[in-house]
């Protein structure tokens, strides 16, 4: 890694990028705290953009890295809220909402909070993202009022915010963008978020339309699921026996994150076969799902002879897995 430390503080904007960029994308760090450390200094770094990517790749590390920021990195996002550029203020409030524990956090809400008044609109909308991912209750006033922001993608994730914060006055934006392909899965994932009853005629009129989308399709069950349509669970189930790879792959995923019991047999049949490629996935699955009740099928996979190792880590992660 010694290469890589050297390209991160490089006179070259350029190999630094470059070097952020690649630091990012690991997602094991023992050892590597040296590299942490020079991607937080590049937080300092005279270039907007290189200021930005470093606040954009510490939030990745701390996504799927497990990296938790020490208090002065995060106090250095906090001074980057007031940074010059729009695009570093954007990313100061996307990493607020990832960087260091988790908390209550006042201080970053109420950075977040002026931030959303913010004069440019990408800056105004991944502050308004970040107050529903801190799940900032008390800003669901300044989000309501976002409602009617000039810009829509702000507008939007307002409203996404609210419904992560169990608030309906954003219902109404959310079903409006159902009728858009492009923002069809993250509406149905807000919904998903509200579980509110009164989206169902909304979410089941996209189920009419012609060629929709596999995936939209199940991400419309999913919604439904969540509000308590009766008849959801077992769509979801049946798209896990489909044919295509990537639609069982997501119906696996989604029978376990969003707990579907119906869909335990299922699971243990994929998770069971050795010859299906899809046994790690249904395995992390039965862990999200709960794995009382699955026990036996699960410690009979972990006897298999010659099992796979990191499959033997799935199961034993889902056999702890609170």
Known sequence: MGDLLQRLGDRDAEVRLAALLEAGALTELAGLEAV??????????????????????????????????????????????????????????????????AGPHPERVQALLRLAEDEAPEVRHEALAALGDLGAVDAADTLARHLDDPDAEAAFEAAFALASLKDARGRAVLERELTKARRRLDACEGLRRLADPAAEPALRKVLDRWFLPWADRLSVWSALHALGAADAAEQVVASARARRLEERTYALALIGSQRIEAGRAALEAVASDP?????????RALGELGATGSEAVLQAILQTPDIPEELAADVRAALTRP
């Open 36 to 101: 942490v450390e020079a991607m937080v200094q590049r937080l300092w770094d005279e270039l907007p953009g290189i200021r930005q990517a470093s606040l954009d790749m510490l939030g990745r590390l701390a996504t799927f890295a497990g990296h938790v920021a020490d208090e002065r990195t995060v106090t250095r996002a906090l001074a980057l809220t007031r940074d010059e550029s729009p695009k570093v203020r954007a990313e100061a409030a996307a990493a607020l909402a990832l960087l260091g524990e």
């Open 275 to 283: 010859k299906d490629i899809l046994r790690d996935t249904a395995v």
